[in-house]
């Protein structure tokens, strides 16, 4: 029985040695700047003037906070190798400041210009972060899809 007793009381004084030395901490984890969110549409292709998507999750367990809903989307298209910004997919700006809960998962829906040429293109979205990081992040970048046709509207007279 004494011997049962001396390794229980050596297992609380290691785990009190490595919570005091700081082996053991119990801070939310945080991949870091640009690791902390990914994005990703559902699907390859798209038809121009149809919406699109977006999922956007939080990573990491940090709360992470995006000015204005992510009104500051920009459509980019593939030109080669370089990606080019095509216009700015935002109507106007709500003045609230979203934010993304640890490991939470959104979905943003934007809705493709219907005059946007056939191509590769993707979404640049301002990256979401903790409150208290003040320094500028580069923008969360969606998976490329592919942009065909257009939407056509039908419509039937009725006489």
């Known amino acids: 029985m004494r011997g049962t007793l001396g390794r229980v009381n050596l297992g609380f004084f290691s785990a009190f040695a490595l919570i005091t030395t700081g082996c053991l901490t119990f801070r939310p984890y ?3 700047p640009g690791k ?3 994005a990703s549409v559902v699907e390859d292709t798209y038809v121009a003037g149809s919406p699109v998507n977006v999922t956007i999750a939080n990573l990491s367990e940090v709360i992470l906070y995006y000015p204005d809903g ?5 459509l ?3 030109d080669g190798t370089v990606w080019i910004p095509v216009l700015n997919l935002s109507r106007r700006c709500p003045s609230e400041l979203g934010f993304l809960d640890p490991n939470q ?3 943003h829906q934007f809705r493709l210009p219907t005059g946007v040429a056939s191509g ?3 979404l640049a979205i301002p990256m979401p972060k903790p409150e208290d990081m003040t320094a500028h992040e580069a923008d969360l970048l969606t998976p490329a ?3 065909e046709g257009s939407v056509v509207s039908l419509t039937t007279r009725v006489d």
Do not use: L, M, S
Not at 70 to 74: A, D, G, Q
């Open 30 to 32: 945080d991949p870091g």
């Open 36 to 38: 902390r969110v990914a």
């Open 70 to 74: 992510f009104c500051r989307t920009e």
């Open 76 to 78: 980019q298209r593939r």
């Open 105 to 107: 998962a959104v979905v």
């Open 120 to 122: 590769t293109y993707r």
């Open 145 to 147: 899809f592919k942009v």
